[in-house]
Nanobody, 121 residues
Framework: QVQVVESGGGLVQPGQSLRLSCVVS????????MAWYRQAPGKQRELVAS???????DYADFVRGRFSISRDDANKTAYLQMSNLKPEDTAVYYC???????????????WGQGTQVTVSS
């Protein structure tokens, strides 16, 4: 079974940086597009950034130029480098992967449990 675990969240001041990590465990699958989402209190979950397995990236307008998504499939890890953080970036950040189970010939959508990012002075 595939599991995804995020880490790296915390409390920072406006203008500071954080790097989130997302580690995938398990076997018998290949990794496809991964993405970072976030959900602030009282708001819907929203897409922050995505990266395909050939490295094509896309960003939400509200983070473009400040955040950078990357992946290291050899180590089944993805990252979200967040710079110039703002109070409105405060949210729980979730890692999401589309995976293909090779032995079952089936796609699946895997979410992590989330990591809290709080930006406050």
């Amino acid at each position: 079974q595939v599991q995804v675990v995020e880490s790296g969240g915390g409390l920072v001041q406006p203008g500071q940086s954080l790097r989130l990590s997302c580690v995938v465990s398990g076997s018998g699958f290949s990794l496809n597009t991964m993405a970072w989402y976030r959900q602030a209190p009282g708001k819907q979950r929203e897409l922050v950034a995505s990266i395909t397995n050939d490295g094509t990236t896309d960003y939400a307008d509200f983070v473009r130029g400040r955040f950078s998504i990357s992946r290291d499939d050899a180590n089944k890890t993805a990252y979200l480098q967040m710079s110039n953080l703002k109070p409105e970036d405060t949210a729980v950040y979730y890692c999401h992967y589309n995976v293909f189970y090779t032995y079952r010939d089936k796609w699946d959508s895997i979410w992590g449990q989330g990591t809290q990012v709080t930006v406050s002075s």
